[in-house]
């Protein structure tokens, strides 16, 4: 079984933008390679579930969008800091719930909590930080399916597809 999740990546300056934020707060911050936009977890997924899920995610069109990550968030019960978004974007609520909709096809439990897209910055934080920061604006057109590795020196993000818009 692998541990997967659907994602919006990230370009290389959009990473950077982020990487600016994070290096301003030093501490536990989340590797630049592993930045991303959460769109669903999944969890524990077989492999034949993951291949009707590859199946059914080829047949939702990625929507081009633009995400204004203005707002810096602390959450206490995961003890993170995050980019959140003061903006509503209906596409993109849409895509999470045609992701839902296919992994609740295929018996795979889901989040029941409203959607918030986020990127998360900072693990293990104890308490909200005050930072003034330029918003970061994060182009997207495409999604993907992506794996988590554990690794003797914590988590690897691993892109096993991409899905484009025409």
Not at 50 to 77: D, G, H
Request: aromatic share 8%; charged share 20%.
């Amino acid at each position: 079984m692998k541990r997967l999740f659907f994602a919006l990546w990230p370009d290389d300056i959009t990473r950077q933008k982020c990487v600016k934020i994070t290096v301003a707060i030093n501490e536990s911050v989340v590797s630049p390679t592993n930045l991303h936009v959460t769109l669903l977890f999944l969890g524990n997924v077989t492999s034949d579930k993951e291949t009707v899920l590859r199946q059914e995610a080829a047949i939702i069109p990625p929507p081009k969008l633009t995400l204004c990550f203005n707002r810096l968030s602390f959450w206490k019960k995961p003890s993170v800091l995050c980019l959140t978004s003061t903006d509503d974007n209906p596409e993109l609520i849409s895509l999470v719930n045609n992701l839902a909709v296919a992994a609740k096809k295929l018996e795979i439990p889901v989040d029941q909590r409203p959607y918030k897209p986020h990127v998360t910055l900072v693990k293990k934080v104890k308490a909200s930080k005050t930072l003034g920061f330029e918003p970061v604006n994060w182009h997207s057109n495409s999604f993907c399916l992506v794996e988590s590795c554990s690794q003797t020196n914590g988590v690897e993000y691993r892109i096993i597809e991409q899905w484009e818009a025409k």
